[in-house]
Every structure is written in C-alpha cells, then in structure tokens.
C-alpha cells in the first residue's frame, strides 16, 4: 500500500477537531471453533494500521506513540505496544505502524440454498476512538480520523500450493 505525503491532518474550526488520516488492513490467517447451530465462529487474524502524522501536533504524535483506542465488533480495545499481540513500528518520518494479532468470536449469516456451495456472510466492524490532549501550556487538542481501508482485487492475491479454488467469489488459481 502507497501512503503518499499529499495525505494530511486538517483542522475543523466548527469543533475544534484535528482529522489524522488512517489506513487499515486486515489479514486473516484462520477460522475456527465453527458453529453452525449458533451461527458463530473464531476468526483470527492480524490487523495492519498506519496513520499517517503529517501536520499534526506533536503532543497528539506522542500519544498515538503510547496506544490508540478502537473498538472491534463492537468491544472496546486499546493498543498499547509492548502489550500482547500488539507493536509499534516507525516508517519513514511520518508514518506509525501499529501491528495488531487477534482472534475475535464472530457471528454470521449463512445461506444454505445453494448445496453444497453455502456461503457465509461475516461483518466485521472497525472503528478507531477519537481523543484529547492536553499540551504542557494547557492547549487541548481533539483529534479524531479519517480511516480508509485497503481493498484488495482478485489481481493482488497471491496463493499457497494447497489453496482451495474460490469460484463462488472468482478467485482461483493463477494460471
């Protein structure tokens, strides 16, 4: 993914908010723990967020650099690096890298009409939690984000040897 500089915080005079923008991708590594009479399973997987400080204050920089507030599926979660799962990596000089590795409890919707190709519909939720800073001369900062996500086509797959065609959704082996 291509974080380009022309991407900056702007400054909202209406409510005093700083917008940071954020980028979020979602690698899933398994699924397991599938219940089908309760519509339920564990998914685990490794979020991937970057936020990108350019134009932004450094007392905000310094608190993004000690955790970021989320909420998940709807449960609150807090990254602070050095935590389980959780690390933070600098890119460049604008650029915060949090690494997340979870497992979450999932409900989802299937649809058995189509034997033996049932499919599954999941919704994962993501919402970061925006926040306020008190700087040392007493300036508070609200800050909040503009969080986009990577999308990934079809093209941009890459696939292990034992990798199950996926017809249904058009991915298949590379030819």
């Known amino acids: 993914m291509d974080i380009t500089l022309e991407n900056k915080a702007y400054y909202i005079k209406q409510d005093k908010s700083i917008f940071i ?6 690698v899933v590594k ?10 339920s399973l564990t998914m685990y997987t490794t ?15 310094d608190s993004l650099k000690e955790s970021v507030s989320m909420r998940i599926c709807d449960r609150p979660v807090t990254l602070t690096p050095g935590d389980e799962g959780v690390s933070l990596k600098k ?3 604008h650029v915060l890298m949090y690494t997340y590795r979870f ?4 409900s989802f919707l299937a649809d058995v009409r189509k034997v033996p190709f049932d499919s599954f519909a999941i919704k994962l939720t993501l919402e970061l939690t925006s926040n306020r800073v008190k700087a040392e001369g007493g300036e ?5 984000f503009n ?6 086509k079809s093209t941009n797959l890459t696939f292990k ?8 959704y058009e991915v298949a082996y590379p030819l």
């Open 91 to 93: 890119e460049g000089d």
């Open 161 to 168: 040897k034992d990798c199950d065609r996926l017809a249904e």
């Open 147 to 152: 969080l986009h996500l990577h999308k990934v």
């Open 47 to 61: 979020l991937v967020l970057r936020i990108l400080t350019t134009g932004v204050p450094e007392p905000i920089i």
């Open 103 to 106: 497992d979450t409890e999932l």
């Open 30 to 39: 398994n699924f397991k723990n599938l219940n089908l009479k309760d519509g």
């Open 140 to 144: 508070e900062f609200h800050y909040r």
């Open 21 to 26: 923008p954020a980028y979020a991708a979602l």
